[in-house]
């Protein structure tokens, strides 16, 4: 899988889209429903209907990139419907890729050393 480093941005549609859509669909679904540009390296995470299929759209600097997953079992955990979409961190990504409760997963405070 590409994961998205630190410095990513990744965004969550919490409403459910047409998994008929490929990049093209999605990337309008971006430009309209979250009023972000779908060329900016951000990742932008979409379910299906049944909660058992995650996409996850990015561009790489070269083209886009389209990841696709299917999930055996209970399907993927997602925040209640809403019309907003959320933004989430690395660990919370990862976390929900694997299939697990990705809203449990907090960072660490790292507190910030008076001396190296």
Do not use: C
């Not at 779908?38 to 886009?64: H, N």
Request: hydrophobic fraction near 45%.
């Amino acid at each position: 899988m590409i994961a998205p480093s630190n410095t990513y941005k990744i965004y969550l549609a919490t409403t459910p889209v047409d998994f008929r859509k490929g990049m093209d669909g999605l990337a309008n679904y971006v430009l309209s429903n979250f009023d972000l540009d779908p060329l900016s390296g951000a990742f932008f995470v979409f379910r299906s209907k049944g909660r058992d299929k995650i996409k996850v759209l990015m561009w790489d600097g070269t083209g886009l990139v389209l990841i696709y997953k299917r999930i055996e079992g209970a399907g993927f955990v997602w925040p209640k419907l809403t019309e907003a979409n959320i933004s989430m961190t690395k660990a919370q990504f990862e976390a929900l890729f694997e299939g697990l409760d990705w809203r449990r997963v907090e960072s660490a405070n790292y507190h910030r050393p008076k001396v190296a």
